[in-house]
């Protein structure tokens, strides 16, 4: 192996900057707040609607409100628009209840053309199995947690 000259480590250098995207991260977070802000509203008007003009209770209306926005993220990941809203907004898409159904979604539409079994059946939790995994696990060690506190008279 040849040692790199300083002249050829600040040529790689030089081009690493140049290469690497810049991010402004006060537009970033503005992004990320106004699509979690819409996704929200819709979500909000939805729930209104449901319990208004509908006459379904809070909890009923709330089931249907993450069923509706569950489905939208899926119609919408299917024809490609939620990656874009995902890559404009950032965090303010891939949070909320939108941003996992498109975790599920996404892999799903990817590796459909590899069969129902080792395509959609194998992938389908790529992105969120973890999620799901360690969501599971703390809330087992919460409940582990709240029961011992409960035997000790705690709570």
């Not at 699509?35 to 729930?47: A, N, R, S, Y």
């Not at 790529?126 to 709570?155: H, Q, R």
Request: glycine fraction near 12%; aromatic fraction near 12%; charged fraction near 10%.
């Amino acid at each position: 192996m040849s040692k790199m000259t300083e002249q050829q480590k600040q040529e790689y250098n030089d081009y690493v900057k140049e290469v690497t995207p810049t991010h402004n991260l006060w537009l970033q977070m503005a992004k990320a707040f106004l699509v979690g802000g819409v996704i929200c509203c819709v979500g909000q008007f939805i729930l209104n609607t449901a319990m208004n003009r509908f006459g379904l209770d809070k909890q009923t209306a709330g089931s249907w409100c993450s069923l509706i926005l569950v489905f939208l993220s899926v119609v919408l990941t299917g024809f490609g628009i939620y990656p874009r809203i995902v890559k404009w907004g950032g965090a303010g898409a891939l949070v909320p209840i939108t941003g996992f159904a498109n975790s599920v979604a996404a892999p799903a539409i990817e590796y459909k053309t590899e069969g129902q079994v080792f395509g959609i059946g194998c992938k389908i939790f790529t992105i969120a199995g973890p999620v799901i995994l360690y969501g599971i696990f703390a809330s087992w060690l919460l409940g582990l947690g709240y029961w011992i506190i409960k035997l000790l008279g705690g709570v």
